[in-house]
DNA sequence: GTGGTCTAGACCACT
DNA sequence: GTGGTCTAGACCACA
């Protein structure tokens, strides 16, 4: 379910909280649907339950998912009141990103294509 | 020149090495200009020198400058064979930011305008 | 009777406690009035025995209701001498939400209009 | 600086969080002030440095201070956009001991008066 | 069984 | 020196 790669510089609980957050903005894991236990992740990804533990937390302070203590992590609903932080952190990554694109030598024109194909292709999945 | 943020989560010699990245990519600084030396910088930012040390060297292993030592450190020429490593993995932290910004509740139309408006700002510049 | 919030912070026995400390002051249920039994009120609220079990007597021990054993829990009589302990406890934890509200930029005005809009409402159904 | 209670209901960490919320707005640390570094304090404290780990970036999370890291945290800024959330827990937390203090038989006047006292103590310090 | 907290002790990146 | 992450292993409260 979520790839760990030992050698990049995201933490791994940072992978964990990426690749959840991708499960769930992808549509793959819905809303209500209950993550895996804290010690079953940690099993399955061979990491100690206290990095699972700190990932989920930190889902949960983002409200992506919700924690029911002695149940389990369950989706949460898509906010429909997004945090404007949120959004300009976002916002501000993919510009930094095509900034470097650019000065790689990548065409104004080819970027824009890529862009439209991802939004479309997601806005698909949604 | 530069502006450093000491509350944002990111560090600070990450901030001068992106603050250098924009200067470079926006035109600002252009083939061939000299950057501030080491010692010269720290003093304008009250930064550690070796802070500033760290930034030059991540800069220059990512070849957007280059060292005579000696005589200081310059902008690198823009490369025309971008490493299809590097854009792999700038389209796909671009595409992650999207799919977040789709499911955050920001429609495909909100994201594209705001897309084309970076990609076209920044195409000036250049 | 009961509203039961899974996305609560708070763990289910304790919004069962909170519930029905709120409907005893408000005077919904009186002194004397029956509560549900465990297993009805289990049912009800598609919750395991246990924790209703659990809530009842948290609130017994609280002095909130009294079991008769055989016959079921009842509303207690209002206390008219209060525990200091009990008393000192609530008000200083009152005392830190005030804090932060006026450090949050809440003005000693909005905060007291509430305040007495909270005491004047329960006071009357009380 | 702050005092624990090992027999408190509250966690250790929870009580940090809290003790400093209180320190920053009463005035005791000021905008800008270092916190004690997370080794010094769990020494002082006689806590695991995790413990005080936590603490720290649960207040970072919640705005209360920002971490430069390498130099250590400090107080942020008051903010003037308080969150909303943060608001309404606090006033219902406020709402719920009142409801209590009522029961248990303290006076609407009482009541009222107290937290007049409360909020004007304060206030001056602000 | 679940999540949550805590300790002990290690290692890393940044200043 | 600073904060941040991670492991190992324990214990608790809740369902």
Redesign the interface.
């Known amino acids: 379910m979520i790839q760990l790669d030992l050698k990049s510089r995201k933490s791994i609980y940072e992978q964990i909280v ?1 690749g959840f ?2 499960l ?3 549509g793959i894991l819905k809303e209500g649907d209950k993550l895996p236990s804290v010690r079953e992740l940690a099993s399955t990804l061979t990491v100690n339950p206290n990095t699972i533990q700190k990932s989920y937390s930190r889902l949960e ?1 983002e409200n992506w998912i ?6 389990g992590c ?1 989706v ?1 609903e ?3 009141k ?1 945090d404007p932080a ?2 300009r952190s ?2 501000s ?14 065409t ?1 024109k080819e ?2 294509s ?3 194909e ?3 292709e ?2 698909k999945q ?1």
């Not at 919700?66 to 149940?71: A, I, N």
């Not at 993919?94 to 790689?104: A, K, N, P, R, V």
């Open positions: 990426d957050k991708e769930i903005a992808c302070s919700y924690t029911v203590s002695g149940l369950f949460a898509r906010s429909h997004p949120a959004l976002l916002y990554e993919i510009e930094e990103c095509i900034m470097q694109l650019l000065f790689l030598g990548v104004e970027i824009l890529k862009l439209q991802f939004v479309s997601r806005g949604a």
